[in-house]
């Protein structure tokens, strides 16, 4: 499914997508551990922000300047009205471009809505996204394919790769792993944080 279509889906369901998840702590730890890793706090960036909840409260009280981007304009006009001091970006991450280098970058469930011969290029896209020792965290289906889910009655495409596959590509990113666990056993559900190698350091 491209991300477009995913964008437009999450539309039709974004007020009960928000609703539903106003309270949900998942995930909030491994951001905790995340930041305590970061060296610099000036610059994070939430992809698949949805509809800007505590995570990007995190960041904020962590004293982060906050850029959010998600392909759902419905998911982000909810996080624009929670949010007025982020800036957020309508684009989809494998499409998207900047210059800028963040300090932490956070894909908690969202990249793995991207086709399959996406995950690569993006999880490389995010890791030269990094400044020097910058820190990434994101989450994965830990296995090598592609399923079809329902959610709201929306079918929604997610894909992942490997663990091996995924731990090979932050190395060649020149991103080391600092934290892999799977945290809702028995599902396939794969947190990695990995910091980025100092460039300087080469």
Known sequence: MHPRETGRRYDAIAPLWDEARRENLQGLGFLERAIASCKSRRMALDVGCGTGGR??????????????ID??????????????TVEF??????????????DLIV???????????????VIGKLCACLADHGVLLFTA???DGEIVG????????????????LMRLLYQAGCVPILVERDQYPLHH???VAAKESRSAA
């Not at 995570?55 to 009280?61: D, S, W």
């Not at 392909?71 to 007025?84: F, N, P």
């Not at 329902?150 to 091996?164: I, K, N, R």
């Open 55 to 68: 995570m990007i409260e995190k960041m904020l009280a962590s004293g982060f300047h906050v850029t959010g």
């Open 71 to 84: 392909v759902s304009s419905g998911m982000l006009q909810i996080a624009r009205a929670r949010h007025s």
């Open 89 to 102: 970006v309508h684009d989809d991450i494998s499409e998207w471009v900047t210059e800028l280098r963040f």
């Open 107 to 121: 894909a908690w469930d969202s990249t793995f809505h991207l086709p399959y011969e996406l995950q690569g290029p």
């Open 141 to 143: 289906g830990g296995v």
């Open 150 to 165: 329902t959610m709201y009655g929306h079918e929604f495409a997610y894909s992942s790769l490997s663990d091996t596959a």
């Open 190 to 192: 794969l947190v990695v």
